[in-house]
């Protein structure tokens, strides 16, 4: 079992920063590529940002490339989505998820554990 805790969401302008942080308890974290996904009301939940187990291979959807880092400290058992230049379409709940073994994917079947989510909103 792995037990994923995120925080950082809230209120922020258009055009600001969040930083998102997620939390791992658990198995090794290392053993597992993490993922990144939102969901917005009356939408399905969709792929953001993931990374491998190792941080050297990250992904990330179309709509977030150049705007969205995701990173990982194997040491302290998180990972971290940093969110600059926020626009109103990327308010959600966003949601930390683990995947075991090495390779990410964008799919949500695909991960294994997930948090409880934390919720951004970003004004106009």
């Known amino acids: 079992q792995v037990q994923l805790v995120e925080s950082g969401g809230g209120l922020v302008q258009a055009g600001g920063s969040l930083r998102l942080s997620c939390a791992a308890s658990g198995r090794t974290f290392g053993n597992y590529a993490m993922g990144w996904f939102r969901q917005a009301p009356g939408k399905e939940r969709e792929f953001v940002a993931a990374i491998t187990w190792s941080g050297g291979g990250t992904s990330y959807a179309d709509s977030v490339k150049g705007r969205f880092t995701i990173s990982r400290d194997n040491t302290a058992n998180t990972v971290a989505l940093q969110m600059n230049s926020l626009k109103p379409e990327d308010t959600a709940v966003y949601y930390c998820?683990?995947?075991?073994?090495?390779?990410?994917?964008?799919?949500?079947?695909?991960?294994?554990?997930w948090g409880q989510g934390t919720r951004v909103t970003v004004s106009s």
């Open positions: 998820a683990a995947r075991a073994g090495t390779w990410t994917t964008s799919h949500p079947s695909g991960y294994d554990y």
